[in-house]
């Protein structure tokens, strides 16, 4: 027998449930690329990136996902030879280095942990001893969307600062932006990115970077450039050079809705909500690891990520999770990726989810437990809407 028929729901963290107006937007013919209308949802949508990055820095918009918003956000900085310090804590930030090293940066990674936030000390102490200022970047996600980690942009900021060093401070916030705080200038980030597809609540297939002054001035003079991602062509007045070529018209409207949602909510709205969504889900966490079997993956609370909750599993395949619930709830939930493979299934609650969304998912995970046998504390989802009936 099964319960999951009705509207298929995503609780993977990316792509992530797409609100049916946002939907509705992209339903409409094409037009000729240089119309009024594309030209002004284009400048629209550049603007109003400005206030979601909180920069007054320059923004730009890629026909492309989170990974060609990395080599974007790389190409345009760098230059082949170039030394860069990638900070780990889990999967993402490596995987933008390994970018970096194929494009023919010289990538160090400073070792971190899986199950908690880089530590601004040992980034400082790192950046200390680079004397010759040989390091021209470093690379760190917000949230790493693998281990469920949160970084504190700031504190990474001021490590920077304390050591006296120049390198680009560069941060991927695919999983953070739209989600949770995350500010450009008043944190002193140089080169931001994100994608359409996790907070932004729209279709697959755009990706943001956004820049300040630095970044540009160092633009100027690295040779890893290519013509797609340039940021200098993409500064033209010329509509038609602000996507090197045919605008991705549909993704662009829908991302036009999906930023209208966001305003209309109030970012700071939006990131609240993340956050009571996220308690909710570690109420019922809490109360499940009580039986052993399951866990948090980061221990410390204040490093666990708002958008994104991991949950390790022991004496029991996570594939059986995943597919109990996929087939019998008809909530996706995510798969441990990584190091997390096979040891964890995750719980994202990014983008468009209300309440219902993230209990509904909370009630499929421990129907789940139950059906499964797994061991667990019981009465998570009870201990959910307890934290939000006094939350919220
Ligand atoms: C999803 C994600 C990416 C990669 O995005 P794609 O669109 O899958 O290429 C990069 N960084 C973070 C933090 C992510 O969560």
Redesign the pocket.
């Known amino acids: 027998m099964t319960v999951a028929n009705g509207r298929a729901f995503l609780a993977i ?2 792509p992530t449930n797409i609100p049916d107006r946002v939907l509705q937007a992209m339903m409409r013919p094409a037009e000729e690329l240089a119309s009024e209308t594309i030209v002004n949802l284009t400048d629209s949508l550049l603007a109003d990136l400005k206030p979601v990055f909180r920069t007054k820095g320059d923004t730009f918009i890629y026909a492309a ?4 918003g ?1 080599e974007a956000a790389l190409t345009n900085v760098l230059s082949r030879g170039d030394k860069v310090l990638v900070l780990a804590s889990g999967r ?1 930030a490596v ?1 933008w280095g390994e970018m970096a090293a194929f494009m023919g940066a010289d990538v160090e990674v400073l070792p971190g942990s899986w199950r908690s936030a880089v530590d601004p000390a040992a980034v400082e102490a790192r950046l200390r001893a680079d004397k010759g200022h040989e390091i021209k970047a470093v690379l760190m ?1 917000q ?3 693998a281990s469920g980690v949160l970084n504190d942009v700031r504190a990474v900021r001021k490590a920077l600062d304390a050591a006296g060093h120049p390198a680009l401070f560069m941060v ?1 916030g ?2 953070s932006v739209g989600c949770m705080r995350f500010e450009m200038d008043a944190w002193g980030v140089d080169v931001a990115m994100s ?1 359409s ?2 907070g932004m609540m729209s279709s ?1 297939g755009l990706a943001f970077v956004a820049a300040n002054e630095k970044a540009l001035a160092a633009h100027k003079t690295a040779n890893m450039r290519t013509l797609y991602w340039d940021w200098t062509s993409r500064m033209s007045p010329l509509a038609y050079m602000k996507h090197c070529g045919t605008a991705p018209e549909h993704l662009l409207f829908g991302l036009r809705a999906a930023v209208d949602m966001i305003f209309e909510e109030g970012l700071e709205a939006v990131w609240k909500r993340h956050e009571l969504l996220a308690g909710a889900t570690h109420a019922a966490v809490s109360r499940w690891a009580e039986g052993q079997a399951l866990a948090f993956n980061v221990p410390e609370p204040a490093q666990r990520a708002p958008s994104v909750t991991p949950v390790l599993v022991s004496g029991v395949e996570t594939a059986e999770i995943m597919e109990y619930a996929r087939k019998t709830c008809g909530v996706t939930l995510g798969l441990g990726i990584g190091d997390l493979s096979g040891k964890a299934f995750r719980i994202a609650h990014m983008g468009h989810v209300n309440a219902p969304m993230v209990l509904g998912t909370l009630g499929a995970v421990e129907m789940t437990l139950q059906a499964k046998g797994v061991p667990h504390g019981s009465g998570g989802v009870a201990a959910a809407v307890a934290y939000l009936a006094e939350a919220a």
Do not use: E, L, R, Y
Request: hydrophobic share 30%; net charge negative.
């Open positions: 963290p990316g996902n989170g990974h060609g990395w993402f995987g996600t949230i790493d969307t991927d695919v999983a994608a597809q996790k697959p």
